[in-house]
Each structure stands twice: as C-alpha cells, then as structure tokens.
C-alpha cells in the first residue's frame, strides 16, 4: 500500500532576496517663539509627514548624510549635535525588476538648525515647515519617528544652551 501524499496548504515558493538598505536623517530643531519647534516634510500623494532621512550614498558616513539630507529635503542647514538612535524594520519592494524584501536601518541623529528656509526644499517633498514639538508628536506618520523625536526632546533637555527654554 502506497503512503498517500501529503499536501501543504502554504506551498514554500522561491524566497525573496534580502538587501540591507541604510538610511539616515534626524531631527532639525530650532528654538522659536513658541518654544522648540521642528522640521517636518511631507511626501507622497497621501501627505504623510515625517522627519527628513534618505539613503546613504556611497563614500558617505550616517552623520554626512542625515545632514545633507536634511538641507535637501527641509531646505535649512544645521549642526549634528549627536546620534539619537538607530532603527530598523523590514518591508518587500522592488530593486530593478525584482522584488526584494528589504532590511531597512534609520540613523537619526539631533540637528541644531543654523540658517535657511523650510521653502527651499527639493522637488520630492510636498511641503517643509517648522512645527511646535508637541504638534510634530500628533503630526507624524510612524511611530518610530515618534519615539525618536521623543528621545530628541529628552537629549534636547540636557543641552546646556536650552536648559531654560525646553
């Protein structure tokens, strides 16, 4: 007697390809009237705000790029003051034609803003603008760019030129 064969009901296809990709920005702030306002952006056609951040070129180190990203996608120039964290998560796109699952790692990093307009950002934001720290929390799109601008305000706090106005 034959052994009948067995079928699975999730069939294991091919396996994506995996590609780390690296990624870095931060969180660009300014002291204003109102108190600490941040640098937001929004992209996309569904407008979702977020921290400006984008993909490390080669020959770049996390912090040369969360800086130049900074000025491309939220027009201001600023001053690295220190890492805030790194995050990581994994989502399936496209590399090519292929389709990838992609192992994606965020360096944020805390900017002191220097000089420049929201205004001047580049063709791939919607719109840049400062807004109060407390707004950016309810403002922003993902939840890990929440919990960095959280630990931005603590990191914020114990700069000794902001101590009185945090």
Do not use: C
Not at 5 to 13: A, E, I, K, N, R
Not at 58 to 71: K, W, Y
């Amino acid at each position: 007697m034959t052994k009948p064969q067995q079928l699975s009901l999730f069939p294991q296809g091919p396996k994506l390809p995996v590609v780390n990709q690296v990624s870095s920005g931060g969180v660009a702030f300014r002291i204003g009237a109102a108190g600490v306002e941040v640098a937001l952006i929004s992209v996309d056609p569904e407008e979702r705000w977020q921290l400006p951040k984008g993909l490390v070129d080669a020959g770049e180190t996390p912090e040369i790029t969360a800086v130049r990203e900074v000025r491309e996608e939220a027009g201001i120039e600023t001053e690295l003051l220190q890492k805030i964290e790194t995050i990581d998560y994994w989502y399936v796109g496209d590399q090519g034609r292929q389709r990838v699952r992609f192992h994606k790692f965020v360096h944020f990093f805390l900017l002191r803003y220097i000089a420049g307009q929201v205004s001047d950002h580049d063709r791939e934001v919607n719109e840049a603008r400062w807004v109060p720290a407390e707004q950016a929390k309810e403002l922003l799109t993902f939840k890990s760019e929440r919990q960095a601008l959280e630990k931005a305000t603590e990191l914020m706090k114990a700069l000794p030129s902001h101590r009185g106005s945090l």
